[in-house]
């Protein structure tokens, strides 16, 4: 509820800049091809590639995920903490507000507090585009 499955989108260059967000122009579609590479003629130097470009992006991922992190406990902060609130107001003047309320609100506070900062990034998708200098030039 507080921190929905989200998507992030990280483009990184051969020089570990990063480009996000990145899109290729009208000019550049026209002119790609799409088909099938042959990796392996290129493994050399996506060996030498690939490892940082992926060491950045998560990088890059975790900086843009720990953006949303700290939204996430800010509006658990605001939500549940003016919810706090508004019980133990409500306690001091309504005996049927009972301490298990609060306590519960309390468990449910110290969980998110506790649980939305290690949330977990994950790998769903690599996409490696590459020009056609890159594939004449190997």
């Given at each position: ?14 020089k ?7 899109q ?90 506790a ?24």
């Amino acid at each position: 509820r507080f921190l929905p499955p989200l998507p992030l989108c990280i483009t990184v260059d051969t020089k570990l800049a990063e480009r996000t967000p990145w899109q290729p122009s009208a000019h550049t579609l026209a002119r790609a091809v799409d088909h099938v590479i042959d990796v392996t003629r290129y493994r050399k130097y996506l060996t030498a590639l690939v490892p940082p470009m992926l060491r950045r992006g998560e990088e890059l991922a975790r900086r843009h995920a720990d953006v949303a992190i700290a939204a996430a406990l800010t509006a658990v902060e605001t939500e549940l903490g003016t919810e706090r609130e508004r019980l133990s107001a409500l306690q001091r003047i309504n005996p049927g507000v009972s301490t298990s309320e609060m306590q519960a609100l309390d468990v449910e506070l110290a969980a998110l507090r506790a649980a939305l900062p290690r949330a977990p990034l994950r790998l769903d998708a690599l996409r490696f585009v590459c020009s056609a200098d890159f594939l004449a030039s190997r």
